[in-house]
């Protein structure tokens, strides 16, 4: 009984074969499920990047600007907010801030960006939506991971980490266009 | 003085101590009296805790919306702190009491320092509560920084922590005194181990909370210019993590406590459910690791190996129990006579007797429910899709609700009549209590995690976007999703009221259990006073099996599901 104590040696007494077959059964899927990470890393296609530095919040804002100013295509809607579409390849930059994703960023479907995430000043969340990946942004590091758009179309950044009371007004825009 | 009278002063005066007449054990008076106090101040927390629950989940129903956003995210915060910390870890001490006074017949150690301990706790917790609730300190329990809550919240938090250290380590000095005064043969009781494995890991678990809280406290009040986002979150959950495993072991420990009191049932094997408990203890520090997974800065390397070397040999731990359990459960009632087909001992378990039902149902929900889609959420790519979505607080409350909190609600249908000795009184609500309750969490759970598949953020008060530049629609199912956790949170408020009413009414008003209501009414299974444990040999354990096997594939293709899921979406690297 459990709540008594108990004498003797019970350290020996016999399995119940029910027990060693259910624990090989549950050791070796925790086999099965430690090798599936690896093998996503191998041969799999959605792995979060190792790529990250220290950097001061305004050094981080300079480069997002400094593209700004360099790659901005126009201005979405009456905003006031740039839309900014950088060369395939390239360096893009994302801030993060109360309560903003700045700026609007346009890629090319099926091309690969070197996206920064950046916040400058409490944490945020990357939710991009509707295709649903989720990253943590932390001010003073940059997060770099290239990313493919696969689809055409309008996506969503909202913010998923709680930031203060307009956490909720925090959304940002990601641009999807066929390659021209 | 004279030298008599000097050791007299020094020598351990006699204390009062009565025998159960429901399990024969010796019940020491001061060890009943913090028993009782703890268990009482917990559950008024859950009270109004849970009432802050039930306002947050009817504003996250968008056809509600109750509550404005800043008094939505000051009581979100106050509702993880107050059950979380305060209503589990309250009801923890009142079980790391039973386990080692009760359970092995000894007076408690130093009941003195108990109280001391009690007393931190109750002003840590008041002053961490109010200063959540006067709106300066809505930081979420988890408090990440940079944002900074006001001093008195860290304070209270350490304060607290100090007095469910101070709890620990009257159980330890209980454990010491009872071994030399020999109030118990052999080895200790399981339920007593797996509490023992909840305190070890309670003292892990405090020493990180002063290594991230002290800093932190000293931050907010500018004594130190800084604090690193990454590492505070990394010492963190090294503590809020390592509290989710104490629960895990009270909640089991529990689960086996009750099975023994209501069915007189015993472990298959003392080896195998013993060394489950151990593997909690030498593998889950690192399990810190997977609320670290979508976070810059940190290597995959050492996400896979903490999260899964680690990680799957705690939950080899919990599937041994949950296989363990049922089987212990099975072998009593087939003993009992019940062996008609491959369920007929489940069918003819006490359904009736809310200690049970409660306790099944906690079973069953943490495994299929919480125990899962933990282990998903917690699979490093697989984190990409769920994390800090609604998905998290859906898990959760399948772990720490229906698993812990209900099991802790079940054990306390038994702490009434034998700590409290009343009757319970509304035996009728009490009966309905365990399935009212279970339905309405395993509804938040599931329709949380069905939200947050589809995208749905955790902690947000407005999915509509409301006053933003721009809006983005989620599908319709998100809304319906969230309308019927709404109606989940009502029936799981109102579960809780009735526990809260059965519970408390009967401690002020129940009927004084003495020596003819005890064998007018027993609670205790025959046969379970006495001592016999070991393993059931060659019984066949049919149902059993069927049970882990229907588990077991629930849990690889919804595995396989998710990585489907993760296959489609745009390629990260
Ligand atoms: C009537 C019962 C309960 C209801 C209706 C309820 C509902 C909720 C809801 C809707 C959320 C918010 C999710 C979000 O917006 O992020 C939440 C958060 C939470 N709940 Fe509960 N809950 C209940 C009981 C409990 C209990 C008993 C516990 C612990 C033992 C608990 C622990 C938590 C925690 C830790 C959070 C997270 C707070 C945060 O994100 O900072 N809940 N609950
Ligand atoms: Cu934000």
Redesign the pocket.
């Known amino acids: 009984m459990a709540i008594h104590a108990v004498k003797g040696n019970w350290w020996n007494e016999p399995l119940h074969r029910m027990e060693i077959i259910w624990i090989s059964i549950a050791f070796v899927w925790g086999l099965v499920m430690f090798s599936a990470m690896i093998y996503w890393h191998i041969a799999g296609q959605q792995n979060l990047s190792n790529e990250a530095y220290r950097i001061d919040p305004e050094v981080f804002a300079a480069r997002a600007e400094a593209m700004a100013d360099q790659y901005t295509i126009g201005e979405e809607g009456d905003t006031g907010v740039p839309i900014v579409q950088p060369p395939p390849g390239s360096d893009v930059y994302l801030i993060a801030r109360l309560w903003e994703w700045w700026p609007v960023l346009q890629f090319e479907k099926d091309q690969s960006y070197r996206l920064h995430l950046s916040s400058m000043d409490w944490q945020h969340g990357f939710s991009l939506q509707p295709t649903n990946i989720n990253i943590q942004v932390h001010p003073n590091y940059d997060l770099v991971l290239t990313i493919t758009p696969t689809e055409a179309g309008e996506f969503f950044v909202v913010c998923n980490e709680f930031c203060g009371i307009g956490h909720h007004t925090m959304v940002g825009k990601i641009r999807v266009v066929d390659k021209k | 003085m004279s030298v008599g009278a000097l050791e007299g002063a020094l020598a351990w005066p006699e204390e009062k101590y009565r025998i159960c007449g429901d399990t024969g054990l010796r019940v020491y008076a001061k060890a009943e009296t913090l028993i009782k106090v703890n268990a009482v101040v917990g559950v008024v927390f859950?009270a109004v805790?849970?009432l802050f629950?039930?306002l947050?989940?009817l504003t996250?129903w968008p056809a509600v919306h109750l509550l404005p956003a800043e008094w939505f995210y000051t009581l979100?915060?106050a509702?993880?702190a107050a059950?979380?910390l305060f209503?589990?870890i309250f009801f923890e001490m009142a079980i790391l009491y039973f386990a080692s006074a009760i359970l092995l017949n000894c007076r408690l150690a130093a009941p003195k320092f108990a109280w001391l301990g009690f007393i931190l706790m109750v002003v840590g917790s008041l002053m961490a509560t109010v200063a959540v609730l006067q709106g300066e300190s809505s930081v979420?329990?988890?408090s990440y920084v940079p944002m900074k809550a006001a001093p008195h919240f860290y304070l209270g938090l350490i304060l607290f922590a100090v007095g469910a250290l101070f709890g620990c380590m009257v159980f330890f000095g209980t454990l010491v005194i009872a071994k030399e005064e020999k109030t118990y043969e052999g080895s200790v009781p399981l339920v007593t181990f797996g509490a023992i494995t909840a305190a070890i890991i309670a003292v892990f678990t405090i020493a990180s909370g002063a290594i991230i809280l002290i800093p932190t406290f000293l931050w907010s009040i500018g004594y130190i210019a800084n604090i690193d986002s990454l590492t505070y979150k990394l010492v963190w959950w090294a503590m809020g993590h390592s509290s989710q495993q104490i629960n895990v072991s009270a909640q089991v420990a529990i689960w086996y406590a009750i099975a023994a009191l209501v069915l007189g049932a015993k472990p298959l094997s003392e080896k195998v459910s013993r060394s489950a408990f151990l593997l909690y203890i030498l593998f889950l520090q690192l399990a810190s690791a997977h609320h670290l997974l979508a976070e810059p800065g940190i290597s995959s390397e050492w996400k896979v190996f903490n999260t899964s070397y680690a990680i799957y040999l705690a939950v080899l731990g919990s599937m041994i129990h949950g296989m363990s359990l049922p089987g212990a459960i099975e072998a009593a009632q087939r003993r009992r006579g019940f062996t008609k087909g491959i369920f007929g001992w489940l069918r003819q378990a006490p359904w009736d007797n809310p200690a049970f039902s409660g306790m099944f149902i906690s079973l069953v929900l943490f495994g299929f429910l919480g125990g899962i889609s933990g282990v998903v959420l917690g699979t490093e790519q697989i984190n990409l899709l769920l994390h800090n979505t609604?998905y998290v607080?859906g898990h959760?409350?399948a772990t720490?609700?229906a698993g812990?909190?209900l099991a802790f609600m079940a054990i306390t249908y038994l702490v009434v009549p034998l700590i409290f000795r009343r009757e319970l009184i509304l035996p009728a609500v009490a009966k309905w209590q365990p399935y009212i309750f279970g339905i309405?969490?395993a509804g938040?759970s599931l329709f949380?995690m069905g939200a947050g598949t589809l995208g749905v953020a955790?902690?947000?008060w407005d999915i509509t976007f409301s006053d933003s530049v721009f809006t983005f629609d989620y599908p319709g199912t998100a809304f319906l999703m969230m309308g019927l956790?709404g109606i989940s949170?009502i029936l799981?408020?109102i579960g809780?009221l009735m526990y809260v009413v059965v519970v408390v009414g009967s401690i002020l008003f129940g009927k004084v259990r003495d020596e003819a209501a005890i064998k007018a009414n027993p609670i205790v299974a025959p046969g379970a006073a006495v001592s016999s444990y070991g393993g059931e040999g060659t019984l066949k354990l049919p149902g059993t099996i069927v049970l882990v096997s229907v588990f077991f594939l629930a849990f690889v293709l919804y595995y396989f599901i998710n990585w489907k899921f993760l296959s489609e979406v745009w390629p990260l690297s």
């Open positions: 859950l805790g849970g629950g039930l947050v989940a996250r979100l915060t509702h993880g059950v979380l209503w589990i979420m329990f988890t609604l607080p959760f409350h720490v609700v812990t909190t309405g969490v938040i949380m955790r902690r947000h956790n949170a799981a408020a809780g």
